[in-house]
């Protein structure tokens, strides 16, 4: 059995607004540096999965990502699986 | 004046427990992903820089995750960025 570390990000969808995200922009004005623009905030998570093979720890990670980590409504994924 | 974009992970350092991410690592195994272990969550963030050079740019950015983006007594940061 090998094990494999997947870097997951999820983002707020881009036609979706990110109050989160806005508030900090805003911030970044009153800190000084007004030469940062369009913040958006999502979610980094690292995860280990134990599988055969990269395909195998693959469908494991997209499975987690559909069911549990992301909200398909409002968020978009994306990940990249390497073994260690 | 260029612009570039930073993708920005801040995650919570290894010493410190993550009870966020010891949740959902528990709801995997009820998703019957017991094969996945040890998740941490941390924030993703992109941002994008006015600046006249990449230096310039990585300063500007260093001063943001320092001031604003992470937590240094709890998360760590790391970030890329590139010309857009």
Redesign the interface.
Known sequence: MKKFLADI???PLKEILDPQ?KA??G??KN?G?P?????????????????ETQEIATE??E??CK???ANMIMENYSYHIREI
Do not use: C, F, P, Q
Not at 35 to 51: F, K, M
């Open positions: 990000d999820v983002m995200g900090v922009t911030s970044m800190l540096l030469e940062i623009n369009n913040v958006r905030i999502g979610r980094h998570i690292t995860l280990e999965v134990d599988a494991k990670v499975t987690a069911k549990l980590l």
